[in-house]
Nanobody, 125 residues
C-alpha cells in the first residue's frame, strides 16, 4: 500500500483547509482510513476515521463539528475537510490505512499498518 497526502499549508485561524490522500497498491474499499496528526514536541494522535464504504465516521472530541472525513472509492482517495481552524490544530497530518473484514473504526496508531508521508498544516493566530 502506498499513501500520498497533500493539501497542507499555512492558514489563518478561522479559515479552512482540505487535505487529500491518494491510496494505491491494494483494494481501497477493503481498508478503513484514518487521519492522525503530530504537533511539535507531542505524540502522534488520532483525528478521524472512516469506514470502508464511508457509512461511518468518528472524530476526536477536539475536531468534532469542525472537521469532516470523506472518501471516494471510485478515485481511491480520502479527504479531510478542516473548517474553523485553530492554532492548536497546527501539526503534521498523516493518512493511514487498515485492512479490515468488518467495521472496526480503530483510533489506535498501532492498528494501522500503512502510513503516508505527512503534510504540514500551520494555523496562525
Amino acid at each position: 500500500v502506498q499513501l500520498q497526502a497533500s493539501g497542507g499549508g499555512l492558514v489563518q485561524a478561522g479559515n479552512s483547509l482540505r487535505l487529500s490522500c491518494a491510496f494505491s497498491g491494494r483494494t481501497f474499499s477493503n481498508h478503513e482510513m484514518g487521519w492522525f496528526r503530530q504537533a511539535p514536541g507531542k505524540e502522534r494522535e488520532f483525528v478521524a476515521v472512516i469506514s470502508r464504504y464511508g457509512l461511518s465516521t468518528y472524530y476526536t472530541d477536539s475536531v468534532r463539528g469542525r472537521f469532516t472525513v470523506s472518501r471516494d472509492n471510485g478515485k481511491n482517495t480520502v479527504s479531510l475537510q478542516m473548517n474553523g481552524l485553530k492554532p492548536e490544530d497546527t501539526a503534521v497530518y498523516y493518512c493511514s490505512a487498515r485492512a479490515v473484514r468488518r467495521t472496526e473504526m480503530s483510533t489506535m496508531l498501532k492498528d494501522y499498518a500503512h502510513w503516508g508521508q505527512g503534510t504540514l498544516v500551520t494555523v496562525s493566530s
